[in-house]
Nanobody, 127 residues
Framework: QVQLVESGGGSVQAGGSLRLSCTAS??????????IAWFRQAPGKEREGVAG????????YYADSVKGRFTASQDNAKNTLYLQMSSLKPEDTAMYYC??????????????????WGQGTEVTVSS
């Protein structure tokens, strides 16, 4: 059973930065064949994909709304994915979730297909 633990959320003013971390454990197959992705959900809105990384090679995915502002990276030795968020906007305010899975096409795939989820960490950006 894959377990994910997120950290790093908080409150910042617009234009500020935050770094989220997602540490994974309990993989039954190689960690290097998983997608680890960040999704977010604002109140009253559907969950949406933000960014992701394929651990087997480091290929990344970003939603158009965050390209150029968010950067996903990984530390394989620590089984940890990072999401560096810069130039934050009030519309980035949401609960951010880390998810993992290894289905075909997982990078950029729908949140509905991901089976393993963290507890979420809240990000609030004030104007």
């Amino acid at each position: 059973q894959v377990q994910l633990v997120e950290s790093g959320g908080g409150s910042v003013q617009a234009g500020g930065s935050l770094r989220l971390s997602c540490t994974a454990s309990g993989y039954t197959s190689s960690y290097r064949r998983y997608c680890i992705a960040w999704f977010r959900q604002a109140p009253g809105k559907e969950r949406e994909g933000v960014a992701g990384i394929y651990t087997g090679g480091g290929r990344t995915y970003y939603a158009d709304s965050v390209k150029g502002r968010f950067t996903a990276s990984q530390d394989n030795a620590k089984n940890t994915l990072y999401l560096q968020m810069s130039s934050l906007k009030p519309e980035d305010t949401a609960m951010y979730y880390c998810a993992a899975d290894n289905f075909p096409g997982c990078l950029g795939g729908s949140w509905k297909k991901y089976n393993y989820w963290g507890q979420g960490t809240e990000v609030t950006v004030s104007s």
